[in-house]
């Protein structure tokens, strides 16, 4: 049972007419060729115009998202600028704490212990081992960097 719509029917008439018209453009392009310029330039004088107004109003659209990155930017950074003067104002607190300021007047004597002079010596060596681990990992940093 053989069932032809309407539909078919219109979309084979619209697809014929659009054969026709390619059929003739490629008729016109190879043997007028000032024409079809022609036909080329109406046809760029006709749709330029509405592409390039969706554009700008997409552009306009976009400003308010960036209008509203760039508020949110800004609160960011006052927030840290916030942050950063209270962590600020508690250090400062901390280094004016009776504690501190009454210890700075208490004097302790240490006895002169012949061990200290090995405590430096291991001090020293661990600080070595960690200042040559610190230069290896800037070195594979930056190779990494440079990599990539």
Same mark, same amino acid.
């Given at each position: ?5 309407? /539909? #078919? ?24 060729? +000032?024409?079809?310029? !022609? ?21 306009? /659209? ?5 209008? &509203?990155?760039? /508020? ?12 950063? !003067? ?7 607190? #901390? +280094? &004016? ?11 302790? #004597?240490?006895? #002169? ?10 001090? &020293?060596?661990?600080? &070595? ?5 610190? /230069? ?13």
């Amino acid at each position: 049972m053989a069932f032809v719509y309407q /539909g #078919d029917q219109e979309l084979e008439s619209k697809a014929k007419k659009a054969a026709e018209r390619i059929s003739e453009n490629m008729h016109i392009v190879a043997n007028e060729p +000032s024409l079809a310029l !022609y036909r080329l330039q109406e046809h760029v004088r006709k749709a330029l115009p509405p592409m390039v107004e969706r554009r700008v109003e997409s552009m306009d /659209g976009a400003a308010t998202s960036f209008k &509203n990155i760039q /508020g949110m930017l800004k609160q960011s950074i006052f927030l840290k600028q916030q942050l950063k !003067y209270e962590e600020s104002r508690r250090n400062k607190k #901390d +280094s &004016n704490s009776v504690y501190k300021r009454l210890s700075a007047h208490i004097v302790l #004597d240490l006895p #002169d212990l012949s061990e200290f002079s090995m405590v430096r010596e291991t001090t &020293n060596r661990i600080e &070595n081992i960690m200042a040559q681990a610190r /230069g290896s990992t800037n070195e594979l940093h930056r190779s990494h960097t440079t990599l990539h």
